[in-house]
């Protein structure tokens, strides 16, 4: 059974910055990806990793501000995030995918979902 656990979020001010992290267990392998949503709206694409290799994708909005990183032997990933704004407040969830099953940058190609983590930016 494949779980992430995510931790790290927070409330900072604005400018500020906050390290997510998501320890993965039962499977190794997968494309870790990040999302984020808040309520009403849907949940959209933030980053993600490529597994085999190292490539990153970003969501434009955070591109330049958030570095998504991989520690292969303890199975984590994480996602740093710098000079966060009010509008990067969001639940953030941390999601695996199979290798080529699917473009990254979609909800629906992550097969394996962490609980969420509140990320709060006040202005």
């Known amino acids: 059974q494949v779980q992430l656990v995510e931790s790290g979020g927070g409330l900072v001010q604005a400018g500020g910055s906050l390290r997510l992290s998501c320890k993965a267990s039962?499977?190794?392998?997968?494309?870790m990806g990040w999302f984020r949503q808040v309520p009403g709206k849907e949940r959209e694409f933030v980053a993600a990793?490529?597994?085999?290799?190292?490539?990153?994708f970003y969501a434009d909005s955070v591109k330049g501000r958030f570095t998504i990183s991989r520690d292969n032997a303890n199975n984590t990933v994480w996602l740093q995030m710098n000079s966060l704004k009010p509008e990067d407040t969001a639940v953030y969830y941390c999601?695996?995918?199979?290798?080529?099953?699917?473009?990254?940058?979609?909800?629906?190609?992550?097969?394996?979902w962490g609980q969420g983590t509140q990320v709060t930016v006040s202005s």
């Open positions: 990793l490529r597994w085999p290799g190292s490539s990153t």
């Open positions: 039962g499977r190794t392998g997968l494309v």
């Open positions: 999601a695996g995918a199979t290798p080529y099953s699917g473009s990254y940058y979609y909800r629906r190609t992550y097969d394996y």
